[in-house]
């Protein structure tokens, strides 16, 4: 047999014994024998192409630990961040990435692994009505690959993400703010949407918050602010739902304003 030959199958049979490793639990021994380089990375890449992330993972995680110095553990590193990713296991996909932003700060592939940071912290968003920790994290880290390199396609996308981050941002505002509207604690409330007008004016919840706002100030009295919110409703959203609440109860409380 010759020696090309020998190497296939002996290749092909390395390739045998991982596929079977993995029972039906989506597990994978990766620490029995130390494999060759080559084999063991393709043998990580044959899973992740077959769909099973996580062994994926593991395996080419193990491809550094096997083959530190070699060139295919630094491609390994940021495979193991991406099928972690695609796993759903968003804290070990951030630690691959962030250990081969450490090792390898001026990689190519640098902008990538940001963005990749960046994607996990944005896919574990929860709804507005829990905390929004990771919202912030999303936010920063999303901020991160627009400030380091802001021509490429992925600071594109990250625009187009905090754009949404901030509307979500904004939501969780709003919904604190009418929880307390309707305790009538209107102060709190004020502050709430207040905040929302400063600093996410350009989310979809400004309209909105204006007229709380207008709201709140004739509820505390203070109807020359009542005024103020109307009219930057009326200029900026003539045509709205909002604005058409604002008119009818600015109408109603015309006595009020006017004195």
Known sequence: MNKALKLALAGAAALTVLSGCAGGKDKVNTNYIARDVSTLYMAA????????????AELFDEVERQHPYSPWARRAQLMSAFSYYLAKDHNKSI???????????????????????????????????????????????????????????????????VDLVNDHLAG???????????????????????EVVEKYQTTSHTAEALYRLTECYLALGIPAEAKKSAAVL?????????????????????????S
């Open 172 to 194: 969780k505002e709003m919904e604190i703010g009418r929880y307390y509207q309707r305790a009538s604690n209107w102060l709190a409330a004020t502050l709430r949407f207040r």
């Open 95 to 161: 630690q691959s990435a962030q250990r081969f932003l450490s090792i390898h700060p001026g990689n190519k592939d640098a902008p990538y692994a940001y963005y990749l940071i960046s994607l996990n912290y944005y896919e574990q968003i929860s709804d507005v009505t829990r905390d929004q920790k990771i919202t912030q994290q999303a936010l920063a880290a999303l901020g991160e690959v627009m400030r380091r390199y802001p021509n490429t396609r992925y600071a594109s996308d990250a625009r187009l993400k």
């Open 45 to 56: 890449k044959d899973r992740l192409d077959r769909g099973q992330n996580k062994i994926a």
């Open 234 to 258: 009326g200029a900026n959203y003539p045509g709205s739902e909002w604005y058409e609440r604002a008119y009818k109860l600015t109408e109603k409380h015309s006595d009020l304003i006017a």
